[in-house]
Nanobody, 122 residues
Framework: QVQLVESGGGLVQPGGSLRLSCAAS????????MGWFRQAPGKERDFVAA????????YYTDSVKGRFTISRDNAPNTVTLQMNKLRPEDTAVYYC???????????????WGQGTQVTVSS
């Protein structure tokens, strides 16, 4: 069992930055692919970014390319999403997730955090 806890959400003005972190409870975290998803009110949960276990393969949805950066530190079991140039349409609950193989589909992830709210508004 892998437990994931997100932190770092909040309210930011358009053009601002936030840094989300996800802490994993289990040492074997380093063998999992890690992803970030987001869900806006009334919408489906959408893929944002993913990173392989060794950090060599990274994927982004088109709308965040050039603005968001995903990274991981296998000691101490954390994955980070640096979000720059934020837009109102980035407003959503952001979820950290873990999968045994690389995928951008939410159903491919085995473990999920509780989510953290990101609100971009002036």
């Amino acid at each position: 069992q892998v437990q994931l806890v997100e932190s770092g959400g909040g309210l930011v003005q358009p053009g601002g930055s936030l840094r989300l972190s996800c802490a994993a409870s289990r040492r074997t975290f380093m063998s999992y692919y890690m992803g970030w998803f987001r869900q806006a009110p009334g919408k489906e949960r959408d893929f944002v970014a993913a990173i392989s276990w060794n950090g060599e393969s990274i994927y982004y949805t088109d709308s965040v390319k050039g603005r968001f950066t995903i990274s991981r530190d296998n000691a101490p079991n954390t994955v980070t999403l640096q979000m720059n140039k934020l837009r109102p349409e980035d407003t959503a609950v952001y979820y950290c997730a873990a999968a045994r193989r690389v995928t951008t589909v939410s159903t491919g992830y085995d473990y999920w955090g509780q989510g953290t709210q990101v609100t971009v508004s002036s």
